[in-house]
């Protein structure tokens, strides 16, 4: 075992318990989220969009208009 006690790390942990992980390959640990929904919910939380954020910026501020520059020109260059 490495120095570090981070439980987290798969070199901490038991071999027998690494590879019952493995085995596992890409099934979800979780129930929730999303994908536990029926589709209606989902499409309702969808069509809300940004409304329910807690509004980083104030409407029509320099700052809102900058932070939508940026973000548009960080996707542009592909």
Same mark, same amino acid.
């Given at each position: 075992?490495? +120095?570090? &006690?981070?439980p /987290?790390?798969f070199a901490?942990?038991p071999?027998? $318990?690494? $590879?019952?992980? *493995?085995?596992?390959?890409? $099934? #979800?640990s979780t #129930?929730?989220?999303f994908?536990?929904?029926? #589709?209606? !919910?989902? !499409? @309702?939380?969808?069509?809300e969009?940004g409304? *329910?954020? &807690? +509004?980083?910026?104030e409407?029509?501020? $320099?700052?809102?208009? @900058?932070a939508?520059?940026?973000? /548009?020109l960080?996707g542009?260059?592909?």
């Open positions: 075992m490495s +120095g570090n &006690s981070n /987290g790390n901490n942990r071999k027998e $318990e690494v $590879e019952a992980a *493995a085995k596992k390959g890409g $099934e #979800t #129930t929730g989220g994908a536990s929904m029926p #589709t209606e !919910q989902v !499409q @309702e939380i969808a069509s969009g409304k *329910a954020s &807690s +509004g980083s910026f409407k029509g501020s $320099e700052a809102a208009k @900058e939508g520059r940026k973000g /548009g960080s542009a260059s592909s």
